[in-house]
């Protein structure tokens, strides 16, 4: 049996905004309770993924369970990022407890309110943090007054930490052992078991990440996931140190992993419910069908799209929002159509396409998915719409607000009691905004940053689609028009996307034999070009003198760069010139 008594479990996870400190804080939770020897510890253990320590960021859960002072207490660790958003409500559904964590240099920011609503919706206690106060910039009482006002508590409900030199430990342990409820224990309930992430192992297939509602998850076990519907036996079940070691069963209230015989993450999705015999009547609510947000084109340009099939097959094993379908480009043949969570999804898909199966890939510019019905011989578009919270310091509102409303937002509510403040340079609001979902991933972004100096924080969530005056904007290059670069842009911003797209164009496209016509039309109507003149020069004409191996050097550079040409209609462009546009 399990070495826990009723009543001794704590199940919590952190929260926080993007580089708040999350990761870094469970080191020191691992490291204060001598879960990890000091021999084993590095630092953010529990960002696993060599593309996640380069990054500094949280792609995959990583749950750990720890003793302390004959508690046990499971943390998990949440992704931060707005691409992962589902993920983080499955997770924080599967734990009684949430340390809010804010950066005390930087005070409350988007993420941190949109994930602080999602724990209040799931009705968990929530411990405010302050973190890193071992900064010379940290303005802790300002922080922790920013957190007083959001959650409504008292001051001296808040904790001050530093995930850096473990300052705070203590006492945070001693509060999330207080104020932490214990979970119910009701063990003699038919299974129920929410699955708050999947992994696809190479030898052992799917391991869910459970954690067990009511009843008992016991090893040999038939088992039936309630929304795929598959039915399978426990192989394997355990608990995470945070390597995975063997139990012989998890009861309710606790946290741990199953091995399922399941081959396939999609089968064994976040939010499902696992349950056993005698089998339970209802799945756990809360779970929803995850659909890309984004899509973009993927071609290889080393290599047959056979291997990147297999490769995209190979990741979508551990990647269950990841979809693509084969298409086909005049451009770069075979490739696949993609969807993704978001920006960062694509890009982290994208990286690990080449780094660990080593191909050269060619990303077409992204774009939201339209719905499209043709009325009276014309196509009607409908977009996907999001709302957004932007937590912007004063003295940006006006700023901020003119980009929304180019950007097509719909301006709904401003509110400014929370962040209302003593120090006016730090008064912040929070503005709400319907907006295209294009708009946000495209431009919106990257523009608010740089309105507001980097200071302004942005949070988005699915609204729903409306029917525009959209239309397609076409490129044509050397008089052809590529279907690659064509897209989708409302009719008042059509002229203006189209000229900043031949305009960049021009500086990624390098000089041909002969002059090359840069066009943006609608329809048949030409409403922007530009013209790259033809090259001349003979690249080694600068080399004087009989330097023979500095000439082959350079020629053979040359050639190098030829490969990573593409022809696209008459005009040999570089393979990077899409995502070069995009940014
Ligand atoms: P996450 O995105 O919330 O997981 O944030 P990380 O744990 O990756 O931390 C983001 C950055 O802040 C990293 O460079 C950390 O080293 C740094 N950091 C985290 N906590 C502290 C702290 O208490 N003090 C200081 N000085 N730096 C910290
Ligand atoms: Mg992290």
């Known amino acids: 049996m399990q070495n826990f008594v009723k009543g001794k479990v704590r199940n919590f996870c952190i929260i926080a905004h993007i580089d708040h400190g999350k990761s870094t804080l469970a080191d020191r939770f691992i490291e204060a309770t001598q879960t990890v020897s000091e021999r084993e510890m590095r630092a953010q253990l529990l960002d696993t ?53 804010v950066d005390a240099t930087q005070g409350v920011q988007a993420q941190t309110l949109t994930t602080l609503h999602q724990a209040q919706n799931a009705g968990l206690t929530l411990i405010p943090v302050v973190n890193k106060i071992d900064l010379l910039n940290a303005e802790p009482e300002q922080t922790a007054q920013e957190l007083v006002q959001i959650l409504n508590c008292s001051l001296d409900e808040i904790l001050f930490v530093s995930g850096k030199t473990g ?51 016991a090893a040999g076990a038939p088992i039936e996931l309630m929304h795929s519907k598959r039915c399978d036996t426990a192989l394997e079940v355990g608990i ?76 979508k094993l551990n990647d269950a929002a990841l979809q693509y379908e084969p298409d ?22 994208t990286e690990r396409l080449e780094r ?22 014309r196509i009607i578009y409908a977009e996907p719409w999001v709302k957004t919270e932007i937590i912007v310091p004063t003295r940006w509102i006006g700023p901020v607000m003119e980009l929304a409303q180019i950007e097509r937002g719909i301006y709904q509510e401003q509110e400014t009691e929370y962040l209302r403040d003593l120090n006016a340079e730090r008064e912040r609001v929070i503005l709400r905004y319907q907006l295209p979902l294009a708009s946000v991933i495209v431009n919106f972004y990257d523009r608010l940053k740089s309105v507001s100096s980097g200071y302004a924080s942005l949070n988005y969530s699915p609204l729903d689609y409306r029917e525009e005056d959209l239309i397609k904007l076409n490129i044509l290059i050397a008089g052809d ?72 050097k350079l020629l053979k550079k040359q050639k190098a760069g030829k490969k990573r040409l593409r022809k696209l209609g008459k005009v040999d462009i570089p393979s990077d010139v899409f995502i070069k546009l995009l940014r």
């Open 481 to 552: 028009s590529i279907e690659e670069l064509s897209q989708i842009v409302h009719r008042t911003q059509a002229f203006e996307r189209g000229q900043a797209l031949v305009t960049k164009l021009k500086t990624l496209i390098p000089r041909q034999q002969f002059e090359v016509a840069l066009q943006a039309a609608i329809g048949g109507k030409i409403i922007a070009r530009e013209t790259i003149p033809a090259m001349r020069k003979d690249v080694t004409a600068k080399l004087y003198g009989g330097d023979r191996t500095r000439k082959d």
């Open 49 to 101: 993924m060599e593309l996640e320590r380069e990054r500094g960021i949280t792609i995959k859960l990583q749950p750990v369970k720890m003793e302390y002072q004959g508690y046990v207490l499971n943390l998990i660790d949440t992704p931060g990022h707005v691409d992962f958003t589902y993920e983080v409500s499955r997770s924080l559904a599967a734990v009684e407890g949430a340390i809010l964590l």
């Open 356 to 377: 660990e199966y080593n191909l050269e890939l060619i990303v077409t510019t992204p774009s939201v998915a339209y719905h499209e019905r043709v009325e009276g011989g």
């Open 167 to 217: 300052e705070g430990m203590p006492a945070l342990l001693q509060a999330i052992i207080e104020r932490v409820p214990s979970p119910a224990c009701e063990t003699d309930q038919p299974l129920r078991a929410l699955i708050f992430d999947s992994v696809y192992d190479a030898y052992r297939g799917v391991i869910s990440y459970v954690r067990v509602m009511e009843g008992t998850l």
């Open 240 to 315: 995470f140190t945070p390597a995975l070691k063997v139990a012989s069963e998890l009861s309710a209230g606790l946290i741990g992993y199953v091995v399922t015989g399941v081959k396939n993450v999609s089968e064994a999705r976040v939010g499902d419910t696992l349950t056993s015999l005698p089998r339970a009547q209802t799945a756990l609510v809360g779970y929803r069908e995850i659909t890309p947000m984004v899509y973009a084109g993927i071609f290889s340009t080393n290599g047959e799209p056979e291997a990147l099939r297999e490769a995209l097959s190979k990741l």
């Open 328 to 349: 086909h480009s005049q451009a770069f043949g075979f490739g696949f159509r993609c969807g993704f969570l978001g920006l960062l999804h694509l890009e982290i898909i």
